[in-house]
């Protein structure tokens, strides 16, 4: 085969702007990250190990909260050579151009990676089952998110995580009045007492402020590597699985 095809499973953005070409143009990202300029990387790490402990260094520092990728976990992926940018997908010229895409490191080890290239049986599948368009990109987004980050649920407004029970609760509830239309008065009780248990002051607090976010590994690459412009952006990134040939 002429080219290869390549899989990715993680987190990221869907609807990015490009400039007309194959650049980024979008105010959510910063694209003088070194996440998404090797050159610039090169500036500020001399090498890999470097720019592992700085990472580290940076959880640490800030108190940030890990799901997967501690810190004993980032120790053995600097020592099994895995590249730092390996975390981050963009292909302007195969892939869509609006679509980035980051993994988490300890799905990166994995025996089942979450990232791979080159498999005959990808590729053969693809070419026995897409039609005619079996060499296009296809963006699929993963409802509820990725095992095992599955129904991570904050306040937006602290970054605070909401227990999965209490936005289980708040969810079935919610759900049940937006199937309505609006919220009718036998449902405020219940409405009332779902958001009180995720700890917001009233049920409309918690529409505003209850949000789906993606794991803290997600989170925290994003922040140490200065990929958007603001925080808040970094809810704008959906769970995904993305195949590209290149």
Known sequence: MSYRLHKTLGYGFVDLHTDGKDSIDDERINTSSFLLDYYIFLDKYKDNHEAFDDYIAFIQKNNLSTDLDSISLLEEVKKDRISMDSCITYNADYGLKSVLCLTPFSELRRSDSWKR??????????????????????????????????????????????????????????????????????????????????????????????????????????????????????????????????
């Open 117 to 246: 290239s080159g498999n005959t049986l990808d590729a053969y599948e693809a070419q026995l089952t897409k039609g005619e368009d079996w060499d296009k990109p296809v963006l699929e987004i993963v409802p509820g998110g990725i095992y095992p980050f599955l129904q991570i649920y904050i306040d937006k407004r602290t970054w605070k995580n909401i227990r999965i029970t209490d936005s289980d609760r708040w969810n079935r509830v919610n759900n049940e009045c937006k199937e309505i239309g609006n919220v009718p008065d036998y449902m405020e009780p219940k409405m009332t007492e779902a958001a009180q248990k995720a700890g917001f002051d009233s049920w409309q607090e918690a529409r505003e402020n209850l949000v789906e976010a993606p794991p803290n590994d997600i989170i925290n690459l994003m922040k140490w590597s200065g990929l958007v412009t603001d925080e808040k952006y970094i809810l704008d990134v959906k769970p995904m699985l993305y195949t590209y040939w290149s």
